[in-house]
């Protein structure tokens, strides 16, 4: 009987304490860890802190063990005892080297992300090209000199310079709408790289609080909110290249803390003709704790460059003689561009449930683009030199209610989060202009002021119970496009609007803390230009993307993290602006099947290795065999690398990018070729000063960055030609850098 007692007091304890765990995780500096993973191993249950360090984890009992794990902090385990029920806890986390260990495969949607940080930590961004390609499969190339935004390419898309990947920065988007060079163009140099603290990212259409162009993916770009240390930094090297960054902390306390940042960056460039490049950034933030677990983050940047360009060239007259790789027929293209933004992220902890934030920012952009495709093709004369240039104000701003831990049946628990939001474009003078060497203007082909409005409204919702999470999710968007055409000899206003619906639904099961398996799905979109939206009349202007993936992310060993997805992805009739131009022309409808595959190893605390690899099959549903290629779509890219990190003193990396031979054209008659390109660096570390080499192209390749199956003439053709136009990769360049924290 005593024994029968005692079992049935454990039981009615067990029962008892079968509550939820709440508390607050911070440093040693006792100020607030955000986004830690909280994770319980006897019941699979996991959360994260919020802004403000407060977590809370359902369904804890006596004896279950809860890891605690952020990168960059030694992970942290308890065994709950009746006072962690009874109360909120403190954990405090120590500083430790980043380590792959220290990520959890929980059953949550961005845990690839989370992975894919260590790349990120262990080797930071050391130049603006870098920043995209950190997402794995994720292709870049530059094609106008370093001031235009890169050319992007991603599962089986050429996205252009942002149609079908939405690109933002802390939730302030990048991508510009009915842009003067092209829809969803997102020049990311305002970023300064050191300042980027992580990169949040996810493929397909599957997440309701991303909207336009979630079509490929997203890529969100986490800025750091305090600094550890100032930093200025020197960087010297071949073709007249040299780099000053500065980032200075102004303020640290308990409650807050500020830092300013800047970067000064000048080049003449690879090429024969000087590109004359310089590029300043400035950027400031202050972050306040304020009493009632209360967040506010204010950034405030500014960003401004000026450059020559070569353009792109003609193989043929490479070819020919008449001018070397790294020759132009056009050396007057160029440009200038300047972006300021405002914005403010604010978060209220109403309690361990419930939390609000909100979102708000303010751009004024400005942009001018001289380009030459076709040299002589059209005016024999004077050449095909075009103007795009265009005066933005962007503003916008979001509101997002999140509810946690509510009960849904006796063993599910529910989580949801509702937004609400706008974004206004109003672009006044969008011109696209013939112009000879960018002094006289010949003729406007277009000229006009567009207004364009997004609402939205999504509801994100969570279900979990035992070792499933199901994740349906629900999004509306509602557009009004508006455009005053001022090349009219009378006044010419037209307006359309239109609807998206877009759901979505995810579901993952996560059998231990160390396996997933997903199953995604989901409708996502991206708007057209609002010329074309008018042009149609309203018709077939938010083309859907219908996806589905199937994987799973495993970590066989505490070292070893291992994924795998088959995707498809169906995208509708779409039309599309071609700004070049200034034409409407219809791009038909599109399918693409893909697997992709990748690898993360860490064999000794010093060492990280990594690889992905992407393979995609896609093609035009309405056009004959053999006909319905997909133009620049890549069918087999692979990037990844070496690196060390507190050997002795030393760090540094060896990373790779390949992409494979892939169709120019529809029919496959013209082939864009393929590179395989490696790059190094190494840093030795000495008390607070870095001294530092930078090696791109570290094997002296010969490659094509970007490439175009395109139809032109020359000076002295009779007759235009098409073939591949070619903007030549970086040759072999190194670079010198020393830097000092203090």
Do not use: C
């Amino acid at each position: 009987m005593k024994y029968i007692l005692s079992a049935i007091v454990l039981l009615l304890t067990s029962i008892t304490y079968a509550q939820n765990l709440k508390g607050r995780v911070v440093n040693e500096k006792n100020q607030p860890l955000a986004d830690v993973g909280v994770f319980n191993q006897n019941t699979s249950h996991h959360s994260h802190t919020d802004a403000t360090g407060t977590f809370a984890l359902t369904n804890t009992s006596i004896r279950d063990s809860v890891y605690f794990t952020s990168l960059g902090y030694s992970t942290e385990v308890i065994q709950i005892v009746p006072e962690n029920l009874e109360s909120p806890m403190t954990i405090v986390m120590k500083e430790s080297s980043i380590s792959l260990n220290q990520v959890i495969v929980t059953s949550e949607i961005k845990t690839l992300t989370r992975i894919v940080d260590v790349d990120v930590r262990t080797n930071p961004v050391k130049s603006s090209q870098e920043i995209l390609r950190k997402v794995p499969g994720l292709i870049i190339g530059q094609h106008a000199g370093g001031g235009k935004a890169e050319q992007i390419f991603l599962r089986g898309f050429d996205v252009d310079h942002g149609t079908d990947v939405a690109i933002s920065v802390d939730g302030m988007p990048v991508n510009m709408v009915s842009h003067a060079h092209g829809q969803g163009y997102a020049d990311l140099h305002f970023v300064i790289p050191e300042t980027i603290e992580n990169v949040d990212f996810g493929k397909g259409p599957y997440y309701a609080e991303k909207g336009n162009f979630n079509t490929a993916g997203y890529v969100d770009l986490r800025l750091r909110k305090a600094l550890d240390k100032s930093l200025v930094s020197l960087e010297a090297g071949q073709f007249g290249t040299s780099r000053l960054v500065g980032m200075f902390k102004v303020l640290e306390s308990i409650n807050s803390n500020a830092y300013i940042a800047s970067e000064l960056y000048l080049t003449d460039g690879y090429f024969d003709s000087p590109q004359d490049f310089n590029r300043i950034n400035i950027m400031a933030r202050y972050n306040l704790n304020l009493p009632g677990s209360q967040v506010l983050n204010l950034t405030a940047s500014h960003f401004q460059s000026k450059w020559d360009a070569s353009g792109q060239i003609p193989q043929r007259a490479v070819d020919q003689g008449l001018i070397g790789r790294f020759g132009a027929i056009d050396d007057t293209e160029g440009g200038q561009t300047s972006r300021t933004n405002l914005s403010a992220n604010y978060t209220k902890v109403i309690d361990n449930d419930e939390s609000f934030k909100m979102k708000a920012y303010l751009v004024d952009y400005d942009f001018e683009l001289y380009s030459n495709f076709t040299f002589f093709l059209e005016d024999p004369v004077n050449g095909d030199q075009i103007r795009q240039k265009e005066d933005r104000v962007m503003a916008g701003a979001e509101s997002i209610f999140q509810k946690k831990n509510m009960a849904f049946g006796n063993d599910t628990q529910f989580e949801m989060e509702t937004g609400i939001g706008f974004r206004y474009d109003n672009s006044d003078d969008v011109e696209l202009s013939s112009t000879l060497n960018r002094q006289t203007t010949l003729e406007r082909i277009a000229l006009g002021d567009v207004d364009e409005i997004n609402t939205y409204v999504f509801l994100n919702t969570e279900f979990k119970t035992g070792k499933w999470t199901f994740n349906p999710a629900l999004r509306l968007d509602y557009f009004k496009f508006d455009y005053v055409n001022r090349t009219s000899e009378t006044y010419d206003n037209q307006s359309e609007s239109k609807v998206a619906f877009s759901p979505k639904l995810n579901t993952i099961y996560s059998p231990t803390k160390n396996w997933q398996l997903f199953l995604k799905s989901g409708i996502g979109f991206h708007s057209n230009d609002t010329r074309v939206v008018v042009a149609n009349k309203g018709e077939d202007i938010l083309p859907a993307a219908y996806g589905i993936d199937f994987g799973t992310i495993v970590k066989p060993t505490p070292k070893l993290a291992l994924n795998a997805t088959v995707w498809g992805l169906f995208l509708e009739q779409e039309f599309v602006y071609v700004g070049d131009a200034g034409i409407v022309e219809p791009s038909g409808k599109t399918r693409r099947l893909g697997a992709e595959l990748g690898a993360r190893y860490q064999p000794l605390d010093w060492l990280y290795l990594y690889g992905d690899i992407n393979f995609t099959y896609g093609r035009s549903t309405e056009e004959p065999h053999g006909e319905n290629f997909i133009p620049l779509a890549p069918d087999l890219t692979s990037s990844g690398g070496i690196i060390i990190e507190g050997l002795d003193r030393f760090s540094g990396a060896l990373t790779y990018r390949y992409l494979d031979d892939r169709p120019a054209n529809e029919d496959n008659s013209i082939t864009a070729e393929g590179y395989f390109i490696a790059d190094f660096n190494l840093n030795y570390n000495w008390k607070n000063w870095t001294y530092g080499i930078i090696v791109e192209n570290l094997f002296g390749t010969e490659w094509n960055e970007t490439q175009f199956a395109t139809e032109s003439r020359l000076l002295d053709e009779s007759v235009p030609a098409e073939e591949i136009h070619f903007t030549p990769g970086t040759p072999f360049y190194i670079r010198g850098k020393i830097s000092v924290t203090f």
